[in-house]
């Protein structure tokens, strides 16, 4: 056979495959999502449980409409796709998503009575940028990594302290990061609850100094965690 043959024959066997692969549709496997809608560019993400179901009393007043989910991830989508506006894991197709008085709608929104907190906007260049939090933070708290329960809680100074400096932070490429090691190792959790009681988990990688969501902490930052984890026995 010579070479030219065996190469057609390659390629009409790549193409069955292709087009049986094509036939399968989607889901092409089993796929676990998280929890995420997107709206207005900006992907957001219900991070706990229902407040009845943890006995949380949630202070939201539902402001304008967003949209609407126009499609439902799981059951339908490809492990491949891409989120765009009016995506939604979970949330049923036709729901309205809606703003929440008082707070910015790109860092959180409500469907279906559940709350969503950002969590990537392409156009945040700085950790402020993506959670607009300043004035409307109630605790910070250190969880346990082994069930998620409060240990330590910030003082008002440290607080205070700490938002200063951590809103400050660049948004780095996560890439770049990855190859610095940033990630490596067990990640401290941090709890930030917001006036409203919605609260929002997020990772501390005391070895790099480094923050979720691909930003590195600045000296300040590392000393006031060292001296947080220390008080939480971590």
Not at 48 to 58: K, S, T, Y
Not at 141 to 153: A, K, L, M, V
Request: glycine share 6%; with cysteine; proline share 4%.
């Amino acid at each position: 056979m010579s070479w030219i043959t065996r190469l057609a024959v390659l390629m009409l066997v790549l193409t069955i495959l292709s087009s049986c692969i094509r036939t399968m549709g989607c889901p092409d496997g089993a796929i676990e999502w998280v929890d995420l809608l997107m709206i207005n560019n900006v992907k957001y993400q219900h991070h706990f449980p229902e407040p009845a179901d943890e006995g949380i009393h949630l202070q939201i007043e539902k402001g304008k409409p967003l949209g609407e989910i126009k499609f439902k991830m799981a059951d339908k989508a490809c492990s491949d796709h891409k989120m765009k506006n009016g995506d939604a894991a979970y949330v049923e197709e036709g729901t309205t998503i809606y703003a929440v008085k008082g707070y910015p709608e790109s860092l959180l929104v409500v469907a279906n009575d559940k709350v969503y907190i950002a969590e990537e906007n392409k156009s945040a260049k700085t950790l402020g940028d993506l959670y607009p939090i300043k004035n409307l933070v109630k605790n910070i708290y250190i969880e346990s990594t082994e069930d998620g329960r409060r240990i330590h809680t910030f003082s008002p100074e440290v607080k205070e302290l700490f938002l200063n400096e951590w809103l400050k932070l660049k948004i780095e490429d996560y890439n770049v990061l990855q190859q610095k090691n940033a990630f490596v190792g067990e990640p401290a959790f941090l709890e930030i609850e917001l006036d409203n009681g919605v609260s929002f988990r997020h990772l501390y990688w005391p070895n790099s100094n480094a923050f979720g969501q691909n930003a590195l902490g600045n000296k300040t930052l590392q000393e006031l965690m060292m001296h947080v984890l220390a008080s939480a026995g971590q």
